[in-house]
């Protein structure tokens, strides 16, 4: 009974966090006393609890430096015109009669270099979603093939947080468990691809999209809703030079990623590589760059603003104080007292013991 209850009162309080919009982390911080107090009915002596909960905030305090990486690193590929680059050319292969699978594909390939679902519908999925209910494609099947591939990349990007976590947490190799995740993903994958692509053909056959419209490379039609903006290309060549240079940090990231190099090297390449494209070819000054760096990329223009607004180090706060208070809740749950019920509790959550 009182295990139902510590977890009813826990949920409420996430819950009322989620529908009045209010940060999680107060609610995480009322989790951890709910469960101290349940680990002191239980005659869990508090020091033990305490002490176990430093000592786990401790030990995954090693993976904060690859968070603050991750943030550097998706503030210097706005900067550099990274992902603008990856956007406007990816733009330009859209069809109407391949609107689904490609946006599916496109923001599949997004979320594996950038490691996040949030970052890959901002960027590849707005404009996907534009392009597409400017081609008149079925908006229900466009919006389900960008959230089905924002995702894809979410959990097995050499560069996601989640895996980054997972690996942290289980003390697995990275590419090893990437590597897992990639071949039990395989069949839903071409499943997915498969579906989208008879999806397309029977929206062609029965109409549901204009004969013959295609994307130009030169002039890409966007849905004025979503960004006002008539021409993807344009739109960041007005803000950075879009040379082949400034697809390298990418490069680098799936080149040492295949080659399985420890991820904080990788992400330290990339890094370098970005940071020298800022310099060079979007002429960045030092101070601009050292600011983009802790609180991020901020764009002048508001529609690439719209687009490519994000990153930097104060992005991840709130990540890390996610995984640290979690890291807490794992501790208390390992004493031996309270094992049986609280790991119920917390394998609910998703928190492994």
Known sequence: MLEAGTMLMFGAVLFASVAFGWSIIPALLVGVLLFVGYGLVHRCPLTVMVGRAVGSVRSASTV????????????????????????????????AATVLPLSF????????????????????????MSLGLTMQA???MLGGAILAGVYVGDRCSPVSTSALLVKQLTHMNLFDNIT??????????????????????????????????TVDAAAVAVAPDATGVS??????????????????PALLVVVLALLRVDVR???LASIAASIAVCMGVQHVGWVDLLRLLVFGYHAHDPQVA????????????????????????????RHRATTTNICVIFEFLGLYC
């Open 105 to 128: 594909l496109l923001c599949s390939a997004m979320s594996m270099l950038v490691g996040s679902s949030f970052a890959s519908a901002a960027t590849m999925g707005t404009i996907c």
């Open 138 to 140: 079925n908006p229900v």
């Open 231 to 248: 021409d993807i290309g344009s739109l960041f060549s007005s803000t950075f030079d879009l040379h082949w240079l400034t697809v390298i």
């Open 180 to 213: 897992r995740m990639l071949r039990t993903g395989a069949v839903p994958f071409a499943l997915s691809c498969v579906v989208y692509v008879a999806a397309a053909v029977v929206a062609t056959s029965a109409g549901e999209t204009s004969a013959g419209a």
């Open 64 to 95: 904060m430096v690859t968070f603050v990486l991750i943030g550097v690193l998706t503030s210097l590929w706005r900067a550099s015109g990274t992902i603008a680059y990856i956007v406007a050319h990816a733009a330009a292969v859209i069809h």
């Open 265 to 267: 090297l990788l992400m």
């Open 306 to 333: 719209a687009l490519l607004d994000g990153g930097g180090m104060v992005s991840m706060i709130t990540v890390m104080a996610i995984v640290c208070i979690s890291s807490a809740y794992v501790a208390i749950a």
